[in-house]
């Protein structure tokens, strides 16, 4: 069973920066496409960003330009750097694997942007 575990979340101030991790057990980790998420109180799980199997990013609006995500495959993990954070950006964020039409979900980190 593959495990996902998403770390690096916390309260930071708007106009903050902060690098969230999600680390990949197993041996599926460079065949598989990673995806951030994110889910705000009272609103639908979002795509904030992912990157393909190649490299290739895809990043919601409203994070363009702010948001960069990235990919080690020799340590199982995928980054998100976020830049200019503000309060709207505050939820949970989730990391998923996708590994063909199978997905692995993670618990989630809270990220807080507040003053």
């Known amino acids: 069973q593959v495990q996902v575990v998403e770390s690096g979340g916390t309260l930071v101030q708007p106009g903050g920066s902060l690098r969230l991790s999600c680390a990949a057990s197993?041996?599926?980790?460079?065949?598989?496409?990673m995806g951030w998420y994110r889910q705000a109180p009272g609103k639908q799980r979002e795509l904030v960003a992912d990157i393909s199997i190649g490299g290739s990013t895809n990043y919601v609006d409203s994070v363009k330009g702010r948001f960069t995500i990235s990919r080690d495959n020799a340590k199982n993990t995928v980054y998100l750097q976020m830049n200019s954070l503000k309060p709207e950006d505050t939820a949970v964020y989730y990391c998923?694997?996708?590994?063909?039409?199978?997905?692995?979900w993670g618990q989630g980190t809270q990220v807080t942007v507040s003053s």
């Open positions: 197993g041996n599926i980790f460079r065949d598989s496409a």
């Open positions: 998923n694997l996708k590994y063909g039409v199978v997905g692995f």
